[in-house]
Structures are given as C-alpha cells and as structure tokens.
C-alpha cells in the first residue's frame, strides 16, 4: 500500500474488537494474532493489520496512533501537539518515530502518567486551537513554531520547509513576497515566546525554503549549510532543446554541477511514478541528465539519504564528483 497516510483512510484501516468479532475472530484468536505480530494493537480495543503497519512511514504510524487515541477519549477530545499535531496537518517527521502521542494538559489535568501519552504543559490560546476532520490539534503556525524549538534541527526544518510550500509556493516557484510575509508572522510570534529552543526557531524560520519537494531535499540544504556552502541555487530551471523544462534540486555554480535528492519514492511511490516502472523511470533520468549536461555543460551529481546522515559522509560524497565549498 501506500506510504503516507489521510485521515480517511486511517479510519478505515484501524479496526475495533468488535469489528474482528464480527469478521468472525474469537478473543483467543484475536490475542494470538497480536502474540504473532499478525495484528498491531495500536491502543486499548484498536487494531490495524500488520502488513499495513509496516508499509507505513513513520508518519502514518504516528498519525494511526493519533487516531485510535482520539477514537477513545472523552467527548470533548484532547488537543494534540508538536509530532501528532504535525501527522494531523500532513508535515513530515524527518527520521522521527514517536513514541507516544502527544496533548497539551487543559483546565485541571495534570497527570502525566497514562501509557504511550505525552502531556505538555503549554500555554495554548483559543485560537491556536484548529479542527481536522473532527480531531483537535494546535495550528498549523503553532505546530510549525513548536517543532522548530523542540524537535532536532533537521526534523524542525523539515516541517518547516514543507509548511512554508504551502503558503509561498506554486510549482517550483517561490513567491518571494508571500514567504517573506510568513517569515514575518512566524518570527513575530516567536519574538513573543520565551520558551527552550526559540533561539532555533527563529534561525530554522529564517533559513526555511518551500521550494524543498521532500524532506531530504531540506536536510540536504542544512547540511549543505553546515559544510560552508553559502552560493548554492535551488530549484533551477533548465530549458531543453525542444523547450522541455527540467528543474534540478540544487545548482553548484562554482564546481559548474547540478545536485539532485535522490529520495526512494521517486521510484515506488504512484504519485511520483506516474506508473512508470521504476526501469522507465531509471532510463528517463538517464536522458534528462544528458540533456541538461548537453545544454548547460554541467554535470550532475546524485545522494541519496544514506549520504546526509552525517557531515562527513556527505563532504566526501561532494568531494569525490569535484564539488567543494568555498575556500
């Protein structure tokens, strides 16, 4: 199935007791299927099949984990916060797997002691307070401020990229207006928050880019960052000779190259296939890269995530096809 995840179809995939029964399970049967790791339950009377389970990313997961939780509280429901409101407003959780849901503590709660929950004692006003199909969770920019002071620096990022796409980004394009508007609001709040992390917060704010398609794209950028690389274009376009337009991931001007994320999913995931098998979609790369090299002259150099997982191994990656930060 596939990797990520809606609302819709997690409430289709989470099964009650009930439900089991009726398909004709007993409660042994049940048990002994969870025993085996045929049947995952995610909370108290909520299950989900395993082969689904383990075709999820992280953010599925999580976002099943939210639902089968929200599906069993009181009435009023709890108010979800940080990486479960995240996976509510479809942001990506970069190599992040949480382990427990996460709600802000209201009105007189105050314990902290109910398995697989994170209660956080946050200031949240009313109108930091959204509905998704029913599921209350903090707002987008909320969400997006939140994970930029708490969550490591590449998943914060991450979100935050992706949030910003939203707002400022048709295509490959960037309106530069909108996202300095939204560079604004964001900072603006959190000159107004005292809290652990706003310090990263505001430079990951600062730093953040929509034109990021993936998530790896926004790691490869930090990272890039870290390494001293200060001249680098991001999203260019490339007119072929029979006026195709190709749009590269990164551009080196200096080492005379083009850099391109090579995320998994361009070669399973049937929303970037175009069902094309991924053979087709290895040739065809082939062709493009030719092409841009015969237009340009720049040669292109691919990564992967295994490659951005740390500074040195990125640093060689770059090294070994010519293409070294200033200096």
């Not at 620096?153 to 400022?168: H, M, P, Q």
């Amino acid at each position: 199935m596939a990797n990520e995840l809606d609302l819709i179809t997690a409430r289709r995939m989470l099964r009650t007791r009930d439900d089991l029964l009726r398909d004709g399970l007993t409660d042994r049967e049940i048990s002994a299927r969870v025993a085996a790791e045929l049947l995952i339950r995610v909370r108290r009377g909520r299950y989900v099949d395993a082969a689904q389970w383990h075709g999820l990313w992280n953010e599925g997961r999580h976002l099943l984990q939210v639902l089968a939780f929200d599906l069993n509280a009181d009435a009023a429901g709890p108010v979800f916060w940080g990486p479960s409101a995240a996976v509510l407003h479809g942001l990506p959780l970069y190599r992040l797997a949480p382990t427990a849901v996460h709600v802000v503590i209201l009105g007189e709660r105050h314990t902290r002691t109910r398995t697989g929950v994170s209660w956080h004692d946050v200031a949240i006003s009313d109108a930091d307070i959204v509905e998704i199909d029913g599921i209350r969770c903090t707002s987008l920019d909320r969400t997006v401020l939140d994970m930029a002071c708490f969550a490591r620096e590449e998943v914060g990022l991450s979100v935050t990229d992706a949030a910003l796409r939203r707002e400022a980004v048709a295509g490959h394009v960037q309106d530069e207006d909108r996202a300095a508007e939204w560079r604004r609001r964001l900072t603006d709040r959190a000159d107004m928050r005292h809290t652990r992390g706003i310090r990263q917060a505001r430079r990951i704010v600062e730093f953040a880019d929509g034109r990021a398609q993936l998530p790896g794209e926004s790691v490869s950028r930090l990272q890039l960052n870290r390494l001293g690389y200060r001249d680098i274009e991001l999203q260019v376009h490339v007119v072929g000779p029979d006026q195709e337009d190709y749009w590269m991931d990164f551009g080196f001007p200096r080492s005379q190259a083009f850099g391109e994320f090579d995320g998994g999913g361009k070669y399973v995931r049937a929303d970037m296939t175009g069902g094309r098998a991924p053979e087709q979609i290895v040739f065809d790369e082939k062709i493009r890269e030719d092409i841009v090299r015969g237009v340009t002259g720049r040669r292109t150099t691919r990564w992967g995530s295994e490659h951005i997982g740390t500074l040195d191994g990125f640093a060689r990656r770059l090294q070994a096809f010519g293409i070294r930060p200033p200096g």
